[in-house]
């Protein structure tokens, strides 16, 4: 959680006058160009459910990725070089913040299209099932998504075939800058899974401690061949859509009371009540991760760019470069 | 060599590849009862229902599941059933398939044949009824392949099955039952044109049924002592240019001949491919801009008929060659 607040952070401070939306002007200033999603405040979710799973589980992402990406144990230097255009980025700078991946961990993906991710998790648990590995997809999502048609298609899916998916629902309450209590009727994604009869649990999101044991039960049984289940994680977007949206209209109380609920704050304040509980050992933890993240950006900024010539490559074997 | 239809050669293609490599594996609605055309026919009890794989009616599931399949080490045939309902999968085949490899620096790549049965089919009206080929022309990441025979459809399927690219596959919704030989030791590569016949005067560019409107034109032409060379692109991405050129040098003549819209289309591409290198007259002739209408009389104001390929090529003919441009 540390390590994605502190990732989140860096990249904010990165992008600042970088992105011409909201009637903003860019600078050129900014070192991480164009829309960043940041996942502040919902960093629970991804490191409660993330710790369940191994480098061959997979995980799909949405377009608020950079948390599920660095939970399922991604590489910080090469995330921060693909947010920074660069040539040692996973994607060699040709994805960035939005199509962070590294499937070397298993993670297929962050996705530019709301719920876009759910049928290629759907599709690689399928494959899982049928090759006879013992390994499950984790499908990350917004609670935007479950008005897309892919929401409802995969969850039939996954349940017609009894695959080894766990469906995340990362309810953060808003829909980019509308209010989703506001567009989705019923009670949400949980709601709409069991009516699949999907087994679908109910978190606090901003509560790492539930999310970890929730999680844990779930995957479990998941990897048993119990077919699909749905974690409905309720957190909280403490940031706008992307970062240089201020998000003006919410209303501040809500935020302040976002931001009292702080899951960092909360796991802080959790271990220090148990017994032989160190804030030394936390305060190392936010040390490391501050050296790791200043690292990542020396390393970035230093980087090379891409050569020009490899936005030549990697689009296809048969007939790449015939007109190039 | 064997007698068969091009659904038959489509079946041998892929029951080929299935018993070569079992990472090939079917998704589709009604694929386990032979699909809508039999184009999956005994595929089924031959290699069962989780390599020939029924799914609920959801497209852009179908497509997406293919994608993760693929990421996840698998080969799939995605069915779309008729290329109409490739717009309930857009998103799917254009930001996650075709975009994959791209987007994420080659971590993965997205081996999949969509087979989506294009162009007109008789008294179906406008959404069974479409020729979206130059669509995915414009795509970057996918190859486009149209075959005309069940010798190219044997051939280009298990060559599309081999394909390390996401392979958008047009079968033709009107030739199923059209039969020919097949060599199963034939390979066809993908991006490679055939020369169907020489020809002096013209050269005439087609692909997909077109192909068989066109002969029957060069026939009637024929009589009239106009010797036409025809080309079956098969591929439209990549596309064999060098054929095209080759044979518009020795023409001069270029008339490219396709079921979709006129407009806008990929007739457009190769005329001018070729006036940007070559002194040539050349034009392209489709269908008007309609959709597609279900009275016989409106269904055939979308045709291109081979009455309107031979009127077309007198007039080229008739034309003096000051007027080709030249480059």
Excluded at chain 1, 190 to 199: L, P, V
Excluded at chain 2, 256 to 283: D, K, M, N, W, Y
């Amino acid at each position: 959680m540390v390590r994605i607040r502190a990732f989140e952070d860096a990249a904010e401070d990165a992008s600042q006058g970088g992105v011409a939306v909201y009637g903003q002007a860019t600078s050129g200033r900014a070192k991480v160009r164009g829309p960043l999603h940041l996942s502040t405040g919902q960093e629970a979710v991804a490191a409660g459910v993330c710790a369940h799973l191994t480098a061959n589980d997979y995980i799909t992402s949405t377009h608020r990725g950079h948390g599920h990406t660095l939970a399922k144990g991604a590489d910080m230097t090469r995330m921060m070089c693909e947010l920074f255009g660069k040539a040692h980025g996973f994607n060699g700078g040709r994805g960035g913040s939005m199509h962070i991946a590294d499937f070397s961990v298993g993670m297929l993906g962050a996705n530019g299209v709301v719920g876009a991710g759910m049928p290629i998790a759907v599709g690689a648990a399928h494959a899982q099932k049928i090759q006879g590995r013992p390994d499950i997809t984790a499908c990350f999502f917004g609670d935007g998504a479950i008005n897309r048609g892919p929401f409802l298609e995969s969850l039939n899916w996954a349940q017609v075939y009894r695959l080894p998916v766990l469906f995340v629902c990362e309810d953060n309450q808003w829909s980019a800058t509308t209010a989703t209590s506001a567009m989705s009727a019923g009670a949400g994604a949980a709601a709409r899974a069991r009516s699949m009869d999907i087994e679908a649990v109910e978190v606090d999101g901003n509560d790492v401690l539930a999310v970890y044991r929730a999680a844990q039960e779930l995957v479990n049984s998941v990897r048993k061949g119990d077919g699909p289940k749905l974690l409905h994680t309720r957190t909280y977007r403490v940031k706008g859509h992307v970062s240089v949206d201020k998000a003006a209209y919410r209303n501040p109380s809500e935020v302040e009371q976002a931001l009292a609920r702080c899951p960092i704050k909360k796991a802080r304040a959790l271990y220090l009540t148990m017994p032989g509980a160190r804030a030394d050992v936390l305060d190392q933890i936010e040390a490391d991760a501050q050296a790791e993240i200043e690292a990542a950006l020396a390393y970035a900024d230093a980087c090379d760019p891409p050569d020009p010539e490899t936005a030549y490559t990697h689009i296809q074997t048969v007939g790449a470069g015939q007109w190039h | 060599m064997a007698l068969m239809t091009y659904a038959q050669a489509a079946v041998a293609a892929l029951d080929d590849a299935m018993s070569a490599n079992d990472r090939v594996i079917v998704l589709g609605e009604d694929v386990g009862r032979g699909g809508i055309f039999a184009q999956y026919a005994g595929l089924a009890q031959k290699f069962g229902p989780d390599r020939i794989v029924d799914t609920p009616i959801s497209e852009a599931a179908i497509m997406g599941a293919g994608v993760g399949m693929a990421l996840a080490g698998m080969r799939p045939v995605i069915e779309l059933r008729v290329t109409d309902f490739a717009m309930c999968a857009m998103d799917e085949i254009v930001n996650q398939a075709a975009k994959n490899r791209y987007m994420f620096g080659g971590q993965g790549t997205v081996p999949v044949v969509v087979r989506m049965p294009m162009g007109i089919w008789d008294a179906s009206a406008a959404q069974h009824s479409q020729s979206l080929e130059n669509w995915f022309v414009h795509l970057p990441g996918v190859v486009v392949v149209a075959p005309s025979t069940p010798q190219d459809n044997y051939s280009l399927l298990k060559a599309a099955l081999v394909c390390d690219d996401p392979v958008i596959f047009l079968e033709h919704k009107t030739l199923w039952a059209s039969s020919g030989e097949v060599d199963t030791s034939l390979d066809i590569e993908l991006g490679k044109a055939e020369v169907v016949r020489t020809g002096e005067h013209l050269t005439l560019v087609t692909w997909s049924r077109q192909r068989q409107v066109c002969q029957q034109a060069i026939e009637e032409l024929a009589n009239q002592g106009i010797d036409v060379e025809l080309i079956d692109l098969k591929s439209l991405w990549p596309w064999d240019k060098e054929a095209v050129l080759q044979s518009c040098r020795k023409t001069g003549r270029l008339l490219v001949v396709h079921e979709s819209v006129q407009v806008g289309g990929f007739g457009a591409e190769i005329v001018s491919t070729v006036v940007e290198r070559l002194p040539c007259q050349a034009r392209r002739l489709g269908a008007p801009r309609i959709p597609v209408g279900y009275a016989s009389e409106l269904e055939a104001l979308a045709r291109v008929t081979s009455q309107q390929i031979v009127d077309y090529v007198q007039r080229m003919l008739a034309q003096h060659t000051d007027q080709v441009p030249t480059s």
